[in-house]
């Protein structure tokens, strides 16, 4: 585990701020130009003149570049190339792109330490490095997808003929390598950690190990099978650790005939032991001790007693002198449930303390850490976690450690859905909360084709603040949306949550980040979504959602308001209209957004057809079943109409609304833009009149306006009145139902010195001054009480 989740002094669930050398590494990775040059021919940098960096500059330069999310490729690694410039000593790549060709440019530095975990790119015919370079090395880890020392096709047994040339070698850690029977030990002298996990052993037997002097650790983790080789494991007398554990106990594996004795032998030889793992097998027995396993060293009744007391009979010798650490996750009848295990620590699925052990034991294993997750999950589906800071870092570091392995995604991320929904998420701080987003976004990117690791995603994301949580990763989150949209199952519950998120994302940001989600092709997306729902004659959610984004993005953004008429979006519109007439969420949408593209005076003329204006007009009756607005919210507070009534008529105002705006935005252009015959001008603007006159002052609505400007400018449309009307009505009925936030509004962008010219203009007729009073009036009311308060 990373140990970067902490538990703060005031409660809070936090990670340790960056510290200024983080800052500055940061800043370096974020902006190579500082250092280097790129070559325009083939984007490899190159390290400007005079600039020389020392080895921990460099060391450090990589680890950060991979941690702040950097693909570390062959370009990138061109800075190393002049090891007189540049000096490299340990180098950790995980998830890199490197090539043979890069893998070299490091080697030349004579590394100390290399780790090398999902490098897909490296060969096994980059073998030979190992041979001209290896001789520095003191540590060298080729983990999982790490195919220099083994063919790359998974089903490949055959080995590579390869000698260990490496003679200082303190640390060697091998990930699925065959290994052959001609393999030299005997002169890594030095060796004192050998890692097989996963390897093939063949014909290579492990007496060669035994001339190793300072071989203190051996890991065999799913190395099978093993039984003729635990004679070679029990002459490594000087062992501290001993894994020999089985992620799966399928097909018989981890099965040993005779599983007390087998344990007690190893014991009975390996007495400096303090750590061993005999997860997956059947090594600690079946919880009772055999005559034959207590007493076979026993040579008092004392020692008799001291033996007995364990639940696991091959570990019978260790009951007053306990391992420190002891691995019994998924053994052979439930070991970790037993209750006399002599050990200090224990890696289990017994309880919270045996499951957070196993996470931080199991770090590299993948396929183990799944399961693990998996039982946290459990833990926090049902409220049982009580470290919750220890397992958040456990999940995290997991995730991150291993972006590439696809169920550890999956697991992880509905692990985390789990966390972020419980009652501790209100402790959470913005650097825990960040490192979780950047974790599920890395996720879902890698794995943008899996529907369920994108829904594990999404579910979580949606239990942050939006769109104030994602900000600082807007744009990726953006790209993942959009995915989700446009790629994955029509009307699948993928895609509805994708468009719901990206819906919310686009009604509460500003201007610059509504261009990026043009540019981005987000209103042409929405539209390729209604044109299939219209081919298929189809009405969802998705559908209405994907206009109310269009709404979103469009205002006061006139490129996206281009972009949509460009795609057709007038068609669709009129087809969506006739098509499903009867829903008045769609109504509203749809109108809402030709509101905003109203507003761009010089995309209006592109309104100005018979077809358009006649269905604006006729849209202006939406509120023709006679109830209105104000009206029927008062009746329904006293139990006379139900919600649904009065939601439909709520949403039929809106659509008259929006539609009195439209034709109030035409018709301000003057007489001479209105280039149709029919209707008339004057007979639409009668028309929009009466429909105002019918609007209760007190209605509700679903709209959020960030600036009058557009609503300002028509009450200075003193050339037709009309226009004047809807413009302050729409201000009086905004500053009477939410005074909070427009009264200010109005305030802050000069609306009443504009509403004071209109009322001493002589233009504009009495109900329109009437209204622009109310306005007025209402405004003063409530910066009075803001006053009062402040005083």
């Not at 070698?169 to 097989?196: I, K, T």
């Not at 091959?314 to 002599?342: E, N």
């Not at 995604?409 to 913005?430: D, M, N, W």
Request: with cysteine; charged share 20%; aromatic share 8%.
């Amino acid at each position: 585990m990373s140990c970067k989740v902490r538990l703060m002094e005031d409660g809070s669930l936090d990670e340790e701020p960056l510290t200024l050398k983080e800052i500055a590494y940061q800043k370096l990775c974020n902006n190579l130009d500082i250092i280097s040059s790129c070559r325009p021919d083939n984007n490899q940098r190159l390290l400007n003149a005079g600039i020389v960096l020392p080895n921990e500059i460099c060391d450090g330069f990589l680890e950060n570049y991979q941690r702040f999310n950097r693909p570390l490729d062959d370009n990138v690694i061109k800075l190393f190339e002049d090891t007189q410039r540049t000096s490299l000593k340990i180098v950790n790549l995980r998830n890199s792109t490197l090539s043979s060709r890069g893998l070299e440019t490091l080697m030349r530095h004579k590394l100390f330490a290399l780790s090398m975990w999902y490098c897909d790119m490296i060969t096994v015919n980059s073998h030979h490095l190992l041979a001209h370079y290896g001789d520095s090395l003191r540590s060298l880890e080729l983990g999982i997808s790490s195919h220099l020392l083994q063919y790359a096709e998974p089903n490949e047994k055959e080995p590579v003929d390869f000698q260990l040339t490496c003679p200082h070698l303190r640390r060697l850690v091998l990930n699925g390598v065959v290994m052959h029977h001609r393999l030299q030990f005997a002169h890594l002298h030095d060796l004192g950690h050998l890692d097989l996990t996963s390897c093939v052993l063949a014909n290579f037997s492990l007496e060669a190990l035994v001339m190793l002097p300072n071989l203190h650790t051996l890991i065999l983790f799913n190395v099978w099978p093993i039984a003729n080789q635990l004679h070679a494991i029990c002459c490594l007398r000087r062992l501290c650790t001993l894994d020999i554990s089985i992620s799966s106990s399928g097909n018989g594996h981890g099965t040993y005939d005779l599983p007390d004795q087998t344990l007690e032998m190893l014991m009975d030889n390996l007495r400096h032991l303090t750590h061993l793992d005999i997860s997956g097998t059947n090594l600690a027995g079946n919880g009772v001790a055999t005559k034959e396993s207590t007493n076979a060293n026993a040579n008092t009744k004392m020692e008799q007693q001291h033996f007995a007391l364990t639940d696991i009979p091959g570990l019978a010798s260790r009951t007053q002198r306990p391992l420190q650490f002891l691995g019994l996750y998924h053994t052979a009848h439930w070991a970790c449930k037993r209750h006399d295990i002599p050990a200090l620590e224990v890696a289990g699925d017994t309880n919270e303390q045996q499951i957070l052990t196993a996470a931080r034991y199991y770090h590299d294993r993948p396929v183990l850490l799944t399961r693990v997750l998996n039982d946290l999950y459990h833990l926090f589906r049902f409220e049982n976690c009580k470290d919750i800071h220890t397992a958040l870092d456990a999940v995290l570091s997991a995730m991150d450690r291993h972006l590439k392995f696809k169920h550890m995604q999956i697991s992880g991320s509905a692990t985390l859905f789990y966390i972020v929904k419980g009652r501790e998420r209100s402790k959470f701080g913005t650097l825990l909360r960040n490192h979780i987003i950047r974790t599920l976004l890395n996720g879902m990117e890698m794995h943008h084709t899996d529907d369920t690791m994108l829904r594990n995603g999404y579910l979580t994301l949606t239990q942050f603040h939006m769109p104030a949580d994602v900000l600082f990763e807007y744009e990726r989150l953006i790209k993942i949306l959009l995915h989700g949209v446009s790629e994955t199952e029509q009307e699948g519950f993928v895609q509805r949550i994708a468009i719901y998120l990206l819906n919310t994302l686009a009604c509460q940001v500003d201007g610059r980040q509504k261009l990026f989600l043009g540019e981005l092709g987000v209103v042409n997306t929405m539209l390729t979504l209604i044109k299939d729902r219209l081919t298929r004659s189809v009405f969802d959610d998705v559908m209405e959602v994907a206009w109310s984004t269009m709404w979103n993005v469009t205002d006061e953004t006139a490129i996206n308001c281009k972009r949509f008429l460009d795609g057709r979006g007038m068609e669709y519109f009129l087809k969506c209209l006739h098509t499903f007439p009867d829903r008045d969420e769609l109504l509203r949408n749809m109108m809402g957004l030709l509101g905003n593209v109203a507003e761009v005076k010089w995309l209006r003329p592109k309104l100005m057809t018979q077809e358009f204006i006649e269905v604006f007009a006729r849209l202006l009756d939406s509120l023709s079943d006679g109830i209105e607005v104000g009206r029927a919210n008062a009746i329904a507070r006293r139990g006379r109409l139900e919600n649904g009534n009065v939601n439909r008529a709520n949403l039929r105002f809106q659509v008259s609304y929006n539609a009195a705006g439209v034709l109030a935005h035409i018709a301000s252009d003057g007489a001479n833009a209105w280039t149709i015959k029919s209707p008339s001008r004057e007979h639409v603007l009668q028309r929009m009149v009466a429909a105002i006159e019918r609007w209760n002052i007190k209605s509700e609505r679903n709209i959020n306006y960030r600036s009058f400007e557009p609503i300002l400018s028509l009450v200075r449309c003193y050339e037709t009145p009309q226009c004047q009307h809807w413009a302050v009505w729409a201000l009086a009925n905004l500053t009477q139902v939410y005074p909070e936030k427009y009264c200010q509004l109005v305030e802050q962008e000069n609306g009443i010195q504009i509403l004071n010219e209109l009322i001493e203009h002589e233009s504009p007729y009495c109900e329109i001054k009437r209204i622009a009073r109310l306005v007025i009036e209402q405004c003063d009311s409530g910066s009075g009480s803001e006053r009062m308060v402040e005083g």
